[in-house]
């Protein structure tokens, strides 16, 4: 079982930044796979990047160049560097966790809200 909360969220003008963070309440060594995804008003729920367990990451191509990935081990936190925002990256950002074991298990945040308007 794991426990994830969203954070960094907020308003912030196109070509602006946004780190959002994603801490997980255990170590994250134990998690397999850890990504973002988001969901923008009246459209399905999107994958927007992924990092796994060796480190390697691997981006939509709507984001690739943009936004940045990254894990803090010691804070068992998962970071999303979010550069040049766009009007269409707003929507809820929500964090997932998947475990690999006998069953795979997913879980997700309860999401942070990103809005990009001048």
């Known amino acids: 079982q794991v426990q994830l909360a969203e954070s960094g969220g907020g308003l912030v003008q196109p070509g602006g930044s946004l780190r959002l963070s994603c801490a997980a309440s255990?170590?994250?060594?134990?998690?397999?796979?850890m990504g973002w995804y988001r969901q923008a008003p009246g459209k399905e729920r999107e994958w927007v990047a992924t990092i796994v367990n060796d480190g390697g990451t691997i981006y939509a191509d709507s984001v690739k160049g943009r936004f940045t990935i990254s894990r803090d081990n010691a804070k068992n936190t998962v970071h999303l560097q979010m550069n040049s925002l766009k009007p269409e990256d707003t929507a809820v950002y929500y964090c997932?966790?998947?475990?690999?074991?006998?069953?795979?298990?997913?879980?997700w945040g309860q999401g942070t809200q990103v809005s990009v308007s001048s």
């Open positions: 997932k966790a998947e475990i690999f074991g006998i069953a795979r298990s997913v879980y």
């Open positions: 255990r170590s994250i060594f134990s998690i397999n796979v």
